[in-house]
């Protein structure tokens, strides 16, 4: 399994990410094919904890990436979110993955390094890379 970002998306959410007080978090809309997910946009979210170590995506940017995937035939492919250790699930991710089950990138706020997992009756490290 492989997640590919634009380059300019997903630099511009790391900036963010490691900017940020709080923990910052997303949608990623795209399309799956294969084992291959290509990400066509990033709906950044409020955290609506306002927390620099946990978030809640607020409903209204959840209703919105679902109507531009749902328009432009596209899906939900992930959740993209920051924190200020290395870019594995924590367990409160590892909770959240069982729920829902789509590609979890997580970004490390102190380093930048970036990992992508998504749990299907074990946890899976997917591989990322950029696109042009």
Known sequence: ???????????GFRRLAMESDVEEAGL???????????????????????SPVRFTI??????????????????VIGVIHGHPAPPRPSSLDLENMRRWPVIWVIIDTRTGDVGAWLWRDSLIKVEYGIMD
């Open 58 to 75: 607020d409903p209204y940017t959840m209703l919105r990436a679902y109507e531009y995937a749902d328009a432009e035939g596209l899906e």
């Open 1 to 11: 399994m492989r997640i590919v970002f634009r380059r300019d998306d997903l630099e």
């Open 28 to 50: 990623l809309v795209g399309r799956c094919l294969g084992d291959e997910c290509r990400v066509e946009r990033i709906f950044v979210a409020k955290n609506i904890e306002h």
